[in-house]
């Protein structure tokens, strides 16, 4: 008898075994997979929050299978996301205004943070403090219809100055920093990132807000009026996992450092740097909400406002169709 029971024993221990191995298996079946657009590589700092909400499995618990697509900046993200070839994608707060006047009906569902993405590099001790020094100046943006060049337009203009009282160079992702960092431009305006390559390349820096000035904006997760529509379950679910992940660089720090780099193993051996990423995205880019994720309708409103002033846009848009705040409530 005692045989007979140590029999069963075993055969109920190998029957549950093999229900929690083929559990893992079962879940995956059921995922449902989903592009999620990116302006750029998902291997950039910019996007820890999303590259932590996979590699912690936030989207899988959401029952998503995402993966990140590459496309040639956020206002190719929207048209993409307009023409219904992915069903959600990242740009920057701003990016809405852009591609409304286009006729390509998107919205911001959610912005990462309540600072700005753009921020003022300059050198350290070399007497500018701020937009207003800039004057007669060479400074770089990434290029002439970017984020980093209307933000730098809205800084220069709450001090009275305009592109042609300087002299500003559209100089690509590493041009940026790299003409700063050998000198040839006194400043750039860009993500703290590229501060950091700066400074590793030799440069002392000084970061100054960009939202003291212009109230430019953090990224943000795009869809289109029709997902919107007809697939709101799928874009809620594709916002509280990419919130999830900000929220754990938010509050974990340094802490999320380990997952990300196995996430994006590019930066293996680089711990230090992504730290210190993480640090100042949080100081400038991530804190300022209120509620994470929530779009300030004023705040759009005065980009948008100026945009048409300079004639980037050559209409306003309602602003309650630039975006919506249902999925963050």
């Known amino acids: 008898r005692q045989d007979m029971l140590s029999k069963q024993t075993f055969l109920k221990t190998a029957m549950a075994l093999a229900v929690c191995l083929a559990a893992p298996v079962q879940a995956q079946q059921k995922l449902e997979d989903v592009n999620y657009l ?14 932590l909400a996979k590699q912690r499995g936030y989207y899988a618990k959401e029952g998503l299978n995402v993966k990140f697509v590459v496309a040639k900046g956020g206002v190719d993200v929207a048209k993409q996301l307009g023409a219904g070839n992915a069903p959600i994608g990242g740009g920057i707060g701003d ?35 701020g937009p207003a020094d800039l004057k ?7 290029a002439y219809q970017d984020t980093t060049f209307f933000s730098l337009l809205g800084m220069l203009a ?32 860009g993500p703290v990132d590229w501060a950091l390559n700066a400074r590793g390349a030799g440069a002392k820096v000084k970061i100054y807000r ?41 509050k974990q720090g340094k802490g999320v450092v380990p997952d990300y780099v196995a996430g994006s193993p590019n ?9 210190e990423v993480v640090e100042l995205y949080t100081e400038y880019t991530y ?24 004639g980037i846009v050559p209409k306003a848009a309602p602003v309650n169709e630039l975006y919506t705040n249902q999925f963050v409530k």
């Not at 697939?231 to 929220?247: E, I, Q, W």
Request: glycine share 10%.
């Open 95 to 129: 990016t809405p205004i852009i591609v409304r006047a286009q006729g390509i009906p998107v919205k911001a569902v959610a912005v990462l943070g309540g600072g700005s993405l753009t921020n003022l590099v300059v050198h350290e001790g070399q007497g500018i403090k």
């Open 287 to 310: 804190k300022g909400q209120k509620v994470l994720g929530e779009m300030d309708a004023d705040r759009l409103a005065k980009v948008q406002a100026f945009y048409v002033k300079e």
């Open 136 to 142: 007669g100046k060479t400074v770089t943006v990434l």
């Open 158 to 189: 709450s001090v009275g100055l305009t592109k042609a009282d300087l002299n500003i160079q559209a100089a690509g992702p590493r041009g940026i920093w790299q003409q700063f960092a050998d000198g040839r431009a006194a400043a750039f305006a």
């Open 38 to 51: 990116l302006p750029a590589p998902a291997f950039l700092p910019a996007f820890i929050p999303w590259v």
């Open 210 to 250: 960009a939202d003291r000035y212009f109230p430019s904006m953090a990224q943000a997760i795009l869809a289109s009026d029709e997902m919107i529509a007809k697939r709101p379950d799928l874009v809620g679910k594709l916002v509280k996992a990419t919130l999830r992940g900000l929220d754990d660089v938010m």
């Open 267 to 275: 930066f293996k051996g680089k711990e230090k740097f992504i730290g």
